[in-house]
């Protein structure tokens, strides 16, 4: 079924590394949405890709759908403590439901 | 505008017991999603409504059920609770679904953390 395998887990950095997590899907998906949520909080959009191949950025973040339709990269050029949080990659091909990745949970190290 | 409300926020239940979660979307959303929130699995997919009716529902027993009302208000209930059904309980709306490229992207409400002893 509707599935988006994540990886990794975690990942923990020090302050000014950069980090990277991956989504990949079996299947091709319409299109693929981002979400992070901090500690304690609730998940928060922050971008959609559409088109096969794009590439978005919003400040220190780059957000990647592959060519195939089937995987999607963020990558956070060097991190900071604000960045701390549990990043989600989700699908909504499925119809009328948007499943979530496992998530990625990011630590900063100051 | 107001942005998704979600309640009670906090709660303690015994098990046995039922429980209804309330939410109310962001003016203008039609579409309500409902997860469920655990350390061990991550977001999962409840169900959603939209115009009352339900669309579609995740992988979960019977003893989870909602709704929908004229207004887009939504509620979830569980009944005969679990101790594995404690959980942050997190409602989503939409505008709808289909709408264009923005009309599906889920706004979050606070959720509601449900404590089963």
């Known amino acids: 079924g509707q599935q988006v395998m994540q990886i990794p887990q975690y990942q923990h950095v020090q302050e000014g590394e950069d980090f990277t997590t991956y989504c990949n899907s079996s299947?091709?998906?319409?299109?693929i949405q981002w979400y992070k949520q901090r500690p304690g909080g609730h998940p928060v959009f922050l971008i959609q890709?559409?088109?096969?191949?794009e590439v978005k950025k919003q400040k220190r973040l780059t957000f990647q759908f592959g060519e195939a339709k089937k995987n999607s990269s963020l990558h956070i050029t060097a991190t900071q403590t604000t960045d701390v949080g549990t990043y989600f990659c989700?699908?909504?091909?499925?119809?009328?439901?948007?499943?979530f990745g496992a998530g990625t949970r990011l630590f900063v190290k100051a | 505008k107001a942005g998704v409300t979600q309640t009670p926020r906090y709660l303690i239940k015994t098990r046995g017991q039922q429980v209804t979660l309330s939410c109310s979307p962001i003016?203008?959303?039609?579409?309500v999603s409902w997860y469920q929130q655990t350390p061990g699995q991550g977001l999962q997919f409840l169900f959603e409504?939209?115009?009352?009716?339900?669309?579609n529902k995740g992988n979960f027993p019977g003893r989870f059920s909602g709704r929908q009302f004229s207004n887009s208000r939504s509620e979830m209930n569980v009944s005969t609770l679990e101790l594995g059904d404690s959980a942050l309980y997190l409602c989503?709306?939409?505008?709808?679904?289909?709408?264009?490229?923005?009309?599906?992207?889920?706004?979050f409400g606070a959720g509601s953390r449900l404590t089963v002893l």
């Open positions: 989700a699908d909504n091909t499925g119809g009328f439901k948007t499943i």
């Open positions: 299947t091709t998906l319409s299109n």
């Open positions: 409504y939209f115009s009352e009716t339900q669309r």
């Open positions: 989503a709306s939409s505008l709808a679904r289909g709408g264009g490229t923005g009309a599906n992207v889920l706004t």
């Open positions: 003016s203008g959303h039609r579409s």
């Open positions: 890709l559409v088109k096969s191949g």
